[in-house]
């Protein structure tokens, strides 16, 4: 099991290179995380996009191109489309956003004929580690999905579930987040928590223990959890952190990076490859904990639904 980041880094370098295929690739972050990557024996990329800006940047960043994959688009929604492709043609393991808007490289991912959807709903999950926390804990959905029902929240932990196991977590302890401890019919949030658990118990939901509704402070807090009464084996404990709503995932997400210099990792999941799709705004180690990350996901083989 990867306990930081540094861990999941080796823990990716011991699985060996997979294939990723970037979309739009003329971007110096990006290309500073696949340099550092392919360093590491991580993966092996496939960079889609305008030849002659990737070879720029490579230089300026110290990626040796010799032995990398170049294939030349510069319109961008056509190289989103070739990157997908490849994807879905299993001629790589991962796709990655370049330098491309979020909505059109997930109109590709959600294209009918050449896109990644699976069964389940696709889902955005952070991967965090702070030095007030005893363990490396997720996050999910601070992006995609608007306000998930109870449904779709039932996939969301199904698809958080995947990602924990793929870092060696062998049952993750899923806490449902909401405004308090107890259900309260005035409080959706709440009613789906205590749902969510029932799921679980009744085997629906598999290969975690899930516990809810649970404010934030209990969920993470032993002491916490001990003052109000409550007796779980999750509170305290968590490794999975399922927020009621984007706003509430969303708020999390950026407070954890920029008041608690969280280091991070961000994956789109769900679909039948991870995709990882971080924000010009995340950093180096970001962006490389994500392909990281991607990477031990594709490991385990077949779709992610």
Do not use: W
Not at 107 to 116: A, P, R, T
């Amino acid at each position: 099991m990867a306990k930081d980041f540094e861990e999941l880094l080796l823990l990716a370098q011991e699985k060996g290179p997979k294939r990723i295929s970037v979309a739009v690739a003329e971007d110096k972050g990006v290309l500073s995380a696949i340099k550092i990557a392919k360093d590491r024996g991580i993966i092996e990329p496939v960079l889609v996009g305008n030849k002659e800006k990737i070879a720029l940047i490579a230089k300026e960043v110290g990626l040796n191109l010799n032995d990398v994959e170049i294939i030349h688009e510069e319109d961008g929604i056509q190289a989103s489309r070739i990157a997908t492709e490849l994807v879905m043609e299993k001629e790589a393991d991962v796709l990655m956003k370049g330098l491309i808007d979020t909505s059109i490289i997930m109109k590709q991912v959600l294209d009918k004929e050449i896109g990644l959807r699976g069964a389940n709903v696709i889902s955005h999950i952070a991967l965090f580690e702070v030095p007030t926390y005893h363990k490396i804990f997720m996050v999910t959905d601070a992006a995609m999905n608007i306000a998930p029902d109870l449904v779709q929240k039932k996939e969301i932990i199904e698809n958080a579930v995947n990602m924990a196991l793929s870092i060696g977590i062998s049952m993750p302890k899923v806490a449902v987040l909401a405004a308090k401890e107890k259900v309260s019919p005035k409080m959706e949030a709440t009613i789906d928590a205590q749902e969510l658990k029932i799921m679980n118990e009744d085997g629906v939901i598999k290969n975690c223990i899930v516990d809810g509704p649970l404010a934030l402070d209990n969920a993470i807090n032993k002491d916490s959890a001990k003052i109000k009464g409550i007796e779980s084996d999750v509170a305290g404990d968590a490794d999975i952190l399922i927020v009621p709503d984007i706003e509430a995932g969303n708020v999390l997400y950026k407070a954890l990076t920029f008041l608690a210099n969280a280091k991070s990792a961000g994956l789109i999941v769900g679909a039948r490859a991870p995709i990882v799709l971080t924000s010009r705004a995340d950093n180096e180690e970001a962006k490389l904990n994500s392909i990281a990350l991607a990477t031990l996901m594709a490991s385990m083989g077949g779709d992610y639904a």
